[in-house]
């Protein structure tokens, strides 16, 4: 195709696509925002009369966001997202390695490690709440009679121990495929120089497996900062001790309070922006120093 | 030997409370508390009452399959294009539509919810099937896009090429030739779309307050009980292994599929 041709024929393929993005996704973020200056409902004119409508309100929607509920709520986000990122990441990879050594039973493996990611969330969240009961197995097994999913600091834990069965064995799905790009002879390589098995996993498999493990914590991240429905089923909307921000906008949303939920939707917005974006540089400059890393190793091999 | 233990206890990890679920609906309602590992006697008493009238499972479930049906095949058909002509033609500006897509699949749901809300009650959306149909594609259209992309770059170029100087149109050939070669990454890509919205459920339970309209995941966590304050578990459990069912028996079938896909669009 010449040039020209194939930037309209991108142009007519990529339209609805465009379309699509552009009204269930910049149309809400740009409402969203404007709404989080404006407030509305009834308040009386110059005169005296009552009059129905919406106003600009400046900031006063954003004077939420520092007082104890919001922060209450980013805290909690916060809290869930180093957590459950941290465990997931530490088990992710321990799965891996188990995983790569797997020769019998490997589509087994493969399927009962699919199971936790394909149970809808909301139904693990039922399913935990059910595990934690007071009189439930959790506590039956450990020999303890906490109230899990009351509100309260065990809550907390609750939400905490769900998420992560949720979601670590996704992370270790991605870690195995990042392992198994890895070629055999680098690990030839090391048993020859007599790297123990420690020594391989930090200096070899590791580093080798960065890119990929970086990608799945980015993704798990930006999930995890929104999380909204696990906390909702297993311990309920509008519980101090697991409400999330995504949680108190909806509760903000449902209340018709547009202004603040709005305003707290861009605090939300921007703080999932500054993470991803120092993540990425971050994760840019890491890859790019690795490779330069391998490259000054390969040429002083040589040298 | 330690290989062999790391992998039972994987399994065990992601089994257990998962049976421990699937176990506690075959129970009586009468020993829903007892922790013997097996139902004694097992008993279908949790089924029966998911699908009594007054809870509207049934319909819950009809619903989601919907609701995540219909975004699925649509989503498909946008996504296809989309994924096309960012594969395979050359033009300026790719490498931002790139950029938009993934950015836009890590969009809060939460912030999307004020506007719509409105917009859905302006247009009298509310309860409706395409209020949740229509927001859950910010989600499976990146999904569709990122895997399909990744998917159409590893298929030669040579074949649509050969086709086209056999006289085909560039259209011929992606529908001839291209299309069903990708049959396979475009099943794959259908599954991952269709269980990510089969799961959806801060949209779902904004947009609907109509039980008859509400997807089984946001019905199946307003059960009541008999009593008032009674969490009817033995009910949940079954509504919940009944949600659950269908993507397991994706998961089952398409195993080696499904990783592929998951792998590729997370990490191509």
């Known amino acids: ?30 409402a969203a925002m404007r709404e989080s200056f404006y407030e509305s409902g009834q308040r009386l004119d110059a005169d005296g009369f009552v009059v129905e409508g919406e106003w600009f309100a400046g900031l006063a929607n954003y004077a939420g966001v520092v007082q104890q509920r919001f922060l209450n709520a980013a805290f909690n986000t916060t809290l869930f997202t180093v957590v459950t990122v941290s465990l997931e990441v530490v088990l992710g990879v321990a799965m891996a390695l188990v995983m790569r050594r797997a020769f019998r039973g490997r589509a087994l493996l493969r399927a009962s490690i699919l199971i936790p990611w394909a149970v809808p969330t909301a139904v693990a969240g039922l399913m935990w709440k059910w595990i934690f009961q007071a009189d439930g197995v959790a506590n039956a097994l450990l ?6 999913t009351a509100d309260g600091p065990w809550a907390k834990l609750a939400v905490i121990v769900a998420d992560t069965w949720k979601t670590a064995p996704f992370v270790g799905l991605l870690v195995l495929a990042g392992l198994q790009i890895i070629p055999a002879e680098v690990y ?62 909806w509760d903000e949303a449902t209340r018709v309070h547009y202004g603040p939920a709005s305003a707290y939707g861009t ?19 890491d890859l790019l120093s690795d490779v330069r890393a391998r490259r000054r190793e390969g040429s002083a091999r040589v040298g | 030997m330690w290989a062999r233990a790391g992998m039972i206890g994987i399994a065990l990890y992601c089994l257990v409370p998962f049976y421990w679920m699937v176990v506690s609906s075959f129970r009586r309602t009468a020993d829903i508390h007892d922790k013997s590992p097996l139902p004694a006697p097992w008993s279908l008493e949790s089924y029966e009452a998911v699908f009594a009238a007054d ?52 969009f809060p749901g939460a912030l999307l919810i004020v506007p ?95 039980q008859a309209r509400q997807p089984a995941t946001v019905r199946i966590a307003q059960f009541t009980g008999a009593a008032k304050f009674d969490t009817p578990f ?35």
């Open chain 1, 1 to 30: 195709m010449t040039p020209r041709s194939s930037r309209w024929a991108a142009a007519a393929l990529l339209s609805p696509t465009l379309l699509v993005l552009a009204l269930v996704v910049f149309y809400p973020l740009v």
């Open chain 1, 143 to 148: 020999g303890t009679e906490i109230l899990w």
């Open chain 1, 188 to 249: 030839e390589a090391a048993k020859v120089d007599g790297a123990t098995p420690w020594q391989t996993f930090w200096r070899v498999t590791l580093p080798l497996v960065k890119p990929a493990l970086l990608v799945a914590v980015l993704f798990r991240l930006m999930d995890a900062l929104r999380i909204f429905d696990l906390p909702y089923v297993l311990v309920g909307p509008r519980k101090q001790s697991v409400e999330t921000l995504s949680g108190l906008i």
């Open chain 1, 267 to 285: 605090a939300l917005f921007c703080y999932i922006a500054v993470i991803a974006f120092v993540f990425v540089k971050l994760l840019g400059a």
């Open chain 2, 55 to 106: 809870l509207g499972f049934g319909q819950s479930l009809l619903n989601s399959l919907i609701v995540a049906g219909v975004t699925t095949a649509v989503t498909l058909l946008v996504g296809t294009l989309a994924a096309y002509a960012l594969a395979r033609l050359d033009f300026r500006g790719k490498n931002v539509v790139l950029a938009l897509v993934i950015a836009v699949s890590m």
């Open chain 2, 116 to 210: 719509l809300l409105e917009l859905f009650t302006a247009i009298g959306w509310i309860n409706t099937y395409q209020a949740m149909i229509v927001p859950s594609m910010s989600f499976a259209l990146p999904l569709t896009i990122w895997n399909l992309t990744a998917f159409f770059r590893q298929l030669p170029y040579d074949l649509e090429q050969a086709a086209m100087i056999d006289g085909c149109t560039a259209f011929a050939a992606f529908r001839r030739v291209l299309l069903p070669l990708a049959a396979p990454g475009i099943f794959t890509t259908a599954i991952l779309a269709f269980i990510a919205t089969w799961n959806e459920f801060i949209i779902a339970v904004t947009m609907i307050n109509d």
């Open chain 2, 234 to 268: 033995g009910t949940q459990m079954a509504a919940g292994v009944l949600v659950t069912l269908p993507l397991v028996l994706l998961v089952l079938f398409f195993q080696r599929r499904i990783v592929a896909g998951l792998t590729a669009g997370a990490l191509k």
